[in-house]
């Protein structure tokens, strides 16, 4: 696996080691699981506001520690495992979801670069990249990851001998056969303006501040991109998986303790890449210089709020509805949005 | 050195997936090895500096397989116990043996390294999907367009197959509602 650092950094940086990937890998690893854990604190607390609720607020300064305690309770929970389940199969179902997000992400810039202090002993000098594999097809191998990850909900639902886990696995396939097309075609047109698959390359060709940013040109390809990644996600008016009101939980129905928690981590690690994707390839990413890699930051915190400020304002959608939107409308636009994209080109 | 870990790691995982795909009989481990050895598959080509054809192959199997696990899902019932019974150990003789010599000769293949040399090296500075599309478009074109003629052809099969009840809505259309439940009075 390629793991130079392709562009323009190719001269300045310096060159990237094992030791620095591996160090990468658990940063991510630590930070990531902390941010998913906080997310769904923050979830609370947004939709509480959305609501006119406080959200949780007893245990400690303003809820804060409910996170904690949430933790607490998820790692110390019973492991239960359905007597009739396919207890292999149900055992590993979580693993995939929570693993394929955590190796998406290893293919997205996370936090900016830097070099480890030399007073630190042992790891003084290492330089850490901010793509841990910068791979020349990092948007591909992003979305083939996070497309393995359905493969959790799918597991999980079939193993367990529960009629509303079939129901939650038969919505994955379905909500995954479709929407993978969309998400597909809609990223397309942006390829092929850029004429690169290297998140390095989106970033460097919209570096020219917020006139260059590909949603100008894009912006029928951002929105069916952002559906989608809905849809990817599982997030509400798409939480066909594991609707409460139709399939009680779906594929996580007979799930508890930490094999729940990790489709959790899992959905909100998904949540993240998703919004870093849309970062980079539709918003300008990041900037190397002065507070660039705050703006990302920033980026990527919207695009979480609003995952969570459409899940308070807009309903679930029927699975039928889910199909007509998914084949007759957004896949019909964005094969469009490409012919006129590439006549555009052409021309 | 890398390179040959993760190579045997590879072959032995996919080659004994593949083996639970033909001998198991319980559908969900039949499936799940097919979908696990395809996205190792996927490994080999990352191994070879192939990126783009092993994303391509991560993703094309995905896809396909779980669209497999939704016929496997109306066709069988997943969870419930089904006996491993080997009908044939002619068979499993056979094919142990051959997965245990195709062993053998990938880890002592290696003795005759000087005969193997790579056709069509990679160029220098050109991206992988560049290069693929290169050859896509003029060494192998003709394959190319006669693949795509084919899938044209299974695709509109498809659409006429499955389109015989299409101008009707299943959920809105209460003839379809009529007909399940005359089919409950006729039981």
Redesign the interface.
């Known amino acids: 696996?390629?793991t130079t650092l392709a562009g323009h950094a190719m001269e300045t940086l310096p060159h990237v080691t094992w030791l620095g990937v591996l160090i990468k890998a658990i940063i991510i690893l630590a930070v990531i699981s902390a941010i998913a854990g906080f997310g769904t604190f923050i979830e609370r607390k947004v939709l509480a506001f959305m609501q006119r609720r406080l959200g949780p607020m007893h245990v400690g300064p303003y809820g804060l520690l409910q996170l904690a305690a949430d933790g607490i309770k998820l790692f110390t929970k019973e492991d239960i495992i359905p007597q009739?389940?396919?207890k292999?199969?149900f055992m590993i179902a979580p693993i995939i979801t929570a693993a394929t997000a955590f190796i998406a992400l290893a293919a997205v810039p996370v936090f900016p670069d830097f070099t480890i202090p030399s007073w630190i002993p042992l790891l003084g000098g290492t330089f850490v990249p901010s793509i841990a594999a910068d791979?020349?097809?990092g948007i591909?191998?992003v979305?083939?990851?996070m497309?393995?990850g359905?493969?959790g909900p799918?597991?999980a639902g079939?193993?367990?001998?529960n009629k509303w886990g079939?129901i939650g696995?038969?919505r994955t396939?379905?909500q995954?056969?479709s929407y993978?097309v969309v998400t597909?075609l809609s990223i397309l047109a942006p390829i092929m303006l850029v004429g690169?698959?290297s998140f390095v390359d989106f970033n460097d060709y919209q570096s020219g501040g917020i006139g260059s940013w590909l949603i100008w040109q894009q912006p029928v390809a951002f929105v069916l991109f952002l559906i989608a990644g809905f849809a990817e996600t599982n997030r509400t008016p798409f939480d066909l998986l594991e609707h409460e009101a139709e399939v009680v939980s779906g594929y996580a129905t007979e799930y508890s303790g930490m094999r729940w928690g990790m489709f959790f981590i899992g959905e909100y690690a998904n949540m993240i890449t998703v919004s870093i994707i849309a970062a980079v390839v539709f918003l300008g990413g990041y900037s190397v210089e002065g507070i660039g890699w705050l703006t990302i930051i920033l980026k990527v915190a919207f695009f979480f709020f609003l995952m969570l400020w459409v899940r308070a304002s807009w309903p679930h959608i029927?699975p039928?509805q889910l199909m007509w939107l998914c084949w007759k409308v957004l896949m019909p636009i964005a094969v469009i949005n490409i012919v006129i994209t590439g006549i555009v080109m052409m021309v | 050195m890398y390179e040959m870990v993760a190579f045997y790691l590879f072959s032995v995982l996919t080659i004994g997936l593949f083996l639970i795909t033909v001998m198991s009989k319980?559908v969900?481990?039949a499936m799940?090895s097919l979908?696990a050895g395809m996205?190792l598959i996927s490994g080999f080509f990352?191994i070879l500096?192939a990126?783009?054809l092993g994303?391509?192959q991560?993703?094309a199997y995905?896809?396909a397989i779980?669209?497999l696990?939704?016929f496997?899902?109306m066709f069988f019932d997943?969870?419930r116990?089904i006996k491993e019974k080997n009908t044939n150990p002619a068979l499993v003789f056979l094919l142990g043996g051959l997965s245990a010599v195709v062993l053998v000769l990938m880890f002592a293949a290696p003795i005759h390294s000087d005969a193997i040399q790579a056709l069509y090296p990679m160029h220098e500075g050109v991206?992988?999907?560049q290069d693929v599309g290169i050859v896509l478009f003029t060494k192998y074109l003709v394959p190319f367009e006669v693949a795509a003629l084919m899938l044209l052809v299974a695709m509109i099969a498809g659409i006429i197959l499955a389109g015989k009840k299409m101008d009707q809505?299943?959920?809105e259309d209460m003839s379809a509602d009529d007909e399940i439940l005359t089919q409950k009075d006729e039981k």
């Open positions: 696996m390629e009739n389940a396919n292999f199969i791979l020349n097809i591909l191998f979305l083939g990851m497309a393995a359905l493969y799918l597991l079939m193993s367990q001998a079939i696995a038969a396939a379905v995954f056969l993978e597909g690169s698959l029927r039928d | 319980n969900l481990y799940t979908a996205v990352f500096g990126d783009f994303v391509v991560l993703i995905v896809g779980m669209a696990y939704s496997a899902m997943a969870t116990d991206g992988n999907a809505s299943l959920t």
